[in-house]
């Protein structure tokens, strides 16, 4: 895999673009990472209430005399291995946002990012069939991305592209047909191979 060195950023007139729209407030750009973060939750935690414990109903022993305390079962959240109280059950939370709102929240980003200069094509060239993480890494250092957060757009069956960049903790990967508001605001710099400007545009568009 080959890197050309002299890499310049991706400017609005290449994307198709003129003018910027007006900029959207902070507040629905918390709306959408809520979302998000919620819809991505799996919601399977669960915890074993009095009636889900193993346990006869049996009285541990009698009511008085003992000198022991009160006791009526062994299932009793006070005992040890006994049901959780007000424990959390499975769930399904799923939030939704208003579809030109998101448009508008990605919209508003990218034009940050244009106009930071920071959406970068990586001329890279495929010249084996090799998959090193040391390839990927040397193309970021090449493109002088080292200690810089990328968000990294990848084709959905780039399975090659996918696993150069999965371990590079700097790297967080995007497919172009799955893109968020909370991983495009996460990343500083936007970057796509300058293969697949096609899909890039296609992407944006849909913004619009």
Not at 67 to 72: E, F, K, L, V
Not at 89 to 113: A, E, F, G, H, T
Request: charge should be positive; aromatic fraction near 8%.
């Amino acid at each position: 895999m080959v890197v050309k060195k002299k890499i310049e950023a991706v400017n609005a007139q290449e994307l198709g673009l003129s003018e910027r729209p007006k900029p959207v407030d902070s507040h629905g750009f918390a709306v959408a990472v809520r979302v998000q973060r919620q819809n991505w939750r799996q919601g399977t935690v669960a915890c074993k209430g009095r009636s889900d414990v193993a346990g006869s109903n049996r009285k541990p022993w009698r009511q008085k005399g003992t000198g022991r305390a009160r006791a009526g079962a062994v299932d009793s959240p006070i005992w040890r291995g006994g049901g959780v109280t007000f424990g959390p059950q499975p769930r399904v939370r799923n939030l939704s946002i208003l579809k030109r709102l998101r448009k508008s929240l990605m919209r508003d980003l990218l034009w940050q990012r244009l106009e930071g200069q920071n959406i970068i094509a990586l001329p890279m060239v495929h010249t084996d069939d090799r998959i090193k993480t040391s390839i990927a890494f040397k193309a970021l250092q090449d493109a002088g991305l080292m200690g810089t957060r990328v968000t990294l757009f990848v084709a959905p069956d780039d399975y090659k592209t996918q696993l150069m960049f999965a371990n590079i903790a700097s790297v967080q990967m995007v497919l172009f047909d799955q893109p968020n508001v909370y991983q495009l605001s996460d990343g500083n710099c936007w970057v796509f191979l300058d293969r697949d400007i096609e899909l890039f545009k296609d992407m944006v568009s849909a913004w619009n």
